[in-house]
T-cell receptor, first 115, second 113 residues
Framework: KAGVTQTPRYLIKTRGQQVTLSCSPI?????VSWYQQTPGQGLQFLFE???????NKGNFPGRFSGRQFSNSRSEMNVSTLELGDSALYLC??????????????FGPGTRLLVL | KQEVTQIPAALSVPEGENLVLNCSFT??????LQWFRQDPGKGLTSLLL?????REQTSGRLNASLDKSSGRSTLYIAASQPGDSATYLC????????????FGTGTSLTVIP
């Protein structure tokens, strides 16, 4: 079974630009979560999508947004990029169970550098 | 808000040594706790998942324990190898938080040949 894939793997942008990152979950997984990882803040939760609906959101400004398509693929968009947005963006998928006791599987990440 | 702490932040051991990594969390109302490994510049690889009703999980040379009441988990690595060198992260999934995981800041492990 193919794992979680993220594209692109590396990206260089300049301040003020916008960027769109893509995540394809494991086949059959309907939940996709996004995380930002920086050396100073560690891994921080951005948001989660399930069945095309945002189910949960972390404490990030409105410049960070996302969506999920009917095939469960998800995109994350960051508008008006700032230097502090430079980070590794990780996507995770899971097969939510009623009990909530599921494993998250992570993709390799997209490394974004904002100049 | 759930706070997850990992101690130590960095650890260096000679090959063959057994070692323990610690994780503590502030809110015991969790669904599960998961240990991950991250190699430099890479994504996360799941090592072990412990459900809230479980006390421990084992996979090969790895053993993870969970004490929910005290808000603690340990990851035991037996007979360490240079290939075990990586950053180890623990994450907890709280009840009522959707599918959000709260991560610790990680322990950077170096196993010296």
């Amino acid at each position: 079974k193919a794992g979680v894939t993220q594209t692109p793997r590396y990206l260089i942008k300049t301040r003020g630009q916008q960027v769109t990152l893509s995540c394809s979950p494991i086949s059959g997984h309907r939940s996709v979560s996004w995380y930002q990882q920086t050396p100073g803040q560690g891994l921080q939760f951005l948001f989660e999508y399930f069945s095309e609906t945002q189910r949960n959101k972390g404490n990030f400004p409105g410049r960070f947004s996302g969506r999920q398509f009917s095939n469960s693929r998800s995109e994350m968009n960051v508008s008006t990029l700032e230097l502090g947005d430079s980070a590794l963006y990780l996507c995770a998928s899971s097969l939510p169970r009623v009990s909530g006791e599921e494993t998250q599987y992570f993709g390799p990440g997209t490394r974004l550098l904002v100049l | 808000k759930q706070e997850v702490t990992q101690i130590p932040a960095a650890l260096s051991v000679p090959e063959g040594e057994n070692l323990v990594l610690n994780c503590s969390f502030t809110d015991s109302a969790i669904y599960n706790l998961q240990w991950f490994r991250q190699d430099p510049g890479k994504g996360l690889t799941s090592l072990l998942l412990i459900q809230s009703s479980q006390r421990e999980q084992t996979s090969g040379r790895l053993n993870a324990s969970l004490d929910k009441s005290s808000g603690r988990s340990t990851l035991y690595i037996a007979a360490s190898q240079p290939g075990d060198s990586a950053t180890y992260l623990c994450a907890v999934k709280g009840r009522g938080t959707g599918n959000q995981f709260y991560f610790g800041t990680g322990t950077s492990l170096t196993v010296i040949p």
